[in-house]
DNA sequence: TCCTCTTTGTGAGCACTGCTCTTGACTTGA
DNA sequence: TCAAGTCAAGAGCAGTGCTCACAAAGAGGA
């Protein structure tokens, strides 16, 4: 609106930062339960009840939080990815892959606070979707282009029932335009199955059977590829 | 030990079960971050330092919990996967994959406190192992079956890197004695399938394209069962 | 039976939490 | 300059997990 913003705006915006970045240090020191309004507030050597001005309540902290940890994983993926050549798709889509559980293992935290249980009675508010949906928008450019590109095979699988391909068709306009459903329906797969291996990894399911689990992931990862038929190379 | 207990060891027992009983009550309703020990005894009508003499401490009570719910989606699956003729290794696996996602749903809370980001700073204490692991069995009987009927199809896959080799080989001897590791591979991809899909449908992950999940579900679990090398049947 | 020893329940209390509300001080724009 | 709007502070409410000293009650040996 106002370039000029008051000093009013100016000590609102700063202080709405600093109660985020402790708020943040927090989750990534202890966990999102153990995040406190109270010790936010004494860290930052202010009353406890002035937080409230900022934030109405615990939980819109925490969806700030979230909204910040989904723009984080966007941002990490888009950039690693981007530092492929474009017509190299599968590699695309294995930088894509390695994205996601790099930041996951890093900030193990905050990929909880997205990616775990929710916490209880709390509903993803609509400020959450855009940010949240940009790790989807990458894999779908990347399928846009190696079908335009027309490096992508034919998929081998069972024939869509007709839900799933009116869904498929759906996420291919929003996502990937012009590619076919039975592409998006296999990249449904690979993209659950992307999450559910940082998943099981991450929250120690995976102890006992592939952990470590870097070369199952890497093993995975190429397979998710040949489902949705992306080139060898 | 002794078959006549005294009264006192019957009313621990007694007492200890009310109080697992009210707590997943409280679960089921209000999430596992809602669960409290002040309420269980409100509720019970004790004193709320008296529920110390039986669970340590909340954790504890939780760690009852998450064993009680591995038992319970362990024994679902086998009893709608034992439904099924033992010769039908696919429709074996289809109701497996169908009898976690029903018991999922069902019991959303339950499964978000087994499969959901665990409360931070929570270690999993050595007694759930083992009903952790009772899915995974199950996934291991039907292999072994398949394999040992000669009916699974060679794998369709890259060849393992030595590490992942060393790891699906440790699985098999644990699992799914004789079956190659390269089935093993393919079986922990689905397995961290599974849970990827049912954890995303049930955490809100698929609103806006995969949503309703039933066909799609059906969908992944036709293309894992190929990716395992099920007979087709 | 009596008399210890152990187990169990109680209630007060500590240190903490999210959140509300009143009160008084400050900034801002007309 | 001055009313309107904004903000921090502090007290307070209702709740939490957990500890501890103490008093009943049961268990088992003499």
Redesign the interface.
Known sequence: MNAIRTARQRARDELTREIKAEARRQVVA?????LSLRSISRELGMASSAIYRYFPSRDHLLTALIIDAYDSLGAAVEDVESHVPREYIRARWQALCTGVRTWARQRS?EY??I???????YR?PEET?AP??RV?MALGRLLADGWAAGELRPV???P?????AE?AE??ATVIAPGVPREVL??A??AW??????V??EL???LV?????A???F???V??MA??MGLPAE
């Open positions: 202890e966990g999102p339960q153990r935290q909880a606070l990616y775990g249980s929710p916490v209880p009675g993803a979707i949240a949906s989807a081998q699988a069972p869509l029932r007709p839900g799933l869904q759906h996420v329906a296999q449904l797969i659950t199955q992307l999450f559910g291996m998943n099981f929250f120690g399911h006992g059977s592939a952990d470590p870097d070369e199952f890497d093993h995975a190429d397979c040949d489902l």
